[in-house]
């Protein structure tokens, strides 16, 4: 039964970053303000509870960060990732307004720390927070509960009525049942659709059961649905998403950081048939990362193992389950299941096939390999001593990128052009505006703090009037 209704100057899908930077805006512009968000209190904040940083162009006067990052560097960066496949005034928005990130955060309450070495090679590039996602997340909430946003938990989105593009009301469904929140704006930040399989099968067919969620089991994309159902403009292909390699033994959701495997640019990477597949030195590991998880997802049974020596154990940060280890690699492909044989002759073709260099794992450095039908060209050292080490990996799947058009206002485009005048969102939910392909890290907590902030001005402005 439909409980009474309230109404509020500005009703927020989701509970993230992105929901919660455009309801601090838009509360601190004085506007009645609601957060409803579908997880309880403890999960509250999808995916952004793991996260760890946040990329920013920086002109060397943020404390935390080393050197500097300009917005032209950030703009290639960027479009190399995407093959140019995004939005450029987004992408160029994106990009301009990361610089005000680090103090306007830090205005709301988070703390920032120095940059993690290791593979992430980062220091310039993304502000790293306090205490991570989580500690970030508190301090968003802590901020917007100051200022007089109402938060609702356990209240997911199930309806949403919209008349001819403009936002009436919010239908959320929680345990005492459902209840009617109308407002004079909605801003969506309710994430993607990765956690919903269902969904993900429709592009991937079976091979969906076997993809790992990173984060929130809450980010299904009941919003997006509705959203697009009711004639807001799609972006973005639907089979494009953020997802890395990660630990095969993690859980099927919410495993965060402490599953994901660092180690593919130290040694090789084969396939269920023991057989490499991919150059594992192609570049940097924040601008390729991100593209293994698809990799793994393309290789039969969506299976693959990394394969490392002694030399490089202690070289990345490990997951949180141990490596299989052995003696040797027959040993070790018994130890994973894989062809003997096959796995002695591809680890033994590729140590004939590197040439002598200086590692560096920070730089693209000179150690290749030369003659192999399939190059490794960075970071190829021979894998000949043991204990030898694998991990099993498979596609972790972050974030999805099809989303809902919006403009420069972060207002949602409809179905044949026109804006909608008071339909707002950022975040995961619009951020292949910007992503087409790729991703660079930490750019998904940039996109939903520049547009959830202009998605606050935005909302504030249009219910004030
Ligand atoms: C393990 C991991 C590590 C990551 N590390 C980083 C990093 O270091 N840096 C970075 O930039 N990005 C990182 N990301 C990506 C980053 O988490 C996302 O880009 C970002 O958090 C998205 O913010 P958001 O607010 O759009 O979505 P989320 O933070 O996922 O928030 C979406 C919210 O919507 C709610 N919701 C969903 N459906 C409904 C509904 N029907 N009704 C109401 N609420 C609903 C969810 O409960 C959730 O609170 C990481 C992701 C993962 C999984």
Redesign the pocket.
Known sequence: MLQSSESYDVVV????????CAAITAARAGRRVVV????PKF?????????????CSQDGRAPTMTGTYSPEEFRDDLMRVTGGQTDEALARLTVERSRELPDWLHGQGIGFQPPLGGTLSLGST?AFFLGG?RGALNALYRTAERLGVTMLYE????ALRIEHGTFVSAT?TGKDGARDIRGKTLIA????FEANLDWLKRYWGEAADNFLI???P??????LRMLLEKGVMAVGDPTQC?AVAIDARAPKFD???AT?LDCIIFGIVVNKDAVRFYDEGEDLWPKRYAIWGRLVAQQPGQIAYSIIDAKSIHQFMPSIFPAVAAGSIRELAEKLGLDGAVLVRTVSDFNTAVCPGNFDYTQLDDCRTEGLPLPKTHWARTIDQPPFYGYPLRP?I??TYLGVKVDAEARMLLEGGRTSPNMFA????M?GNVLGKGYL????????AVF?RIAGEGAAAHARH
């Open positions: 899908a989701g509970g993230g970053n992105a929901a919660l409803v968000e579908a997880a999960y509250r904040g999808g995916n952004t509870r793991h996260t760890r940083n946040v990329r993304n996602g209240a997911p989105v199930t959320v930040a309710a994430g993607g990173r984060g929130t809450y980010n299904r994309g009941d919003v953020h495993g965060g950081i994901r972790g972050t974030f950022a975040g995961e939910i951020a890290a930490g750019i998904g907590m940039t996109i939903g959830g």
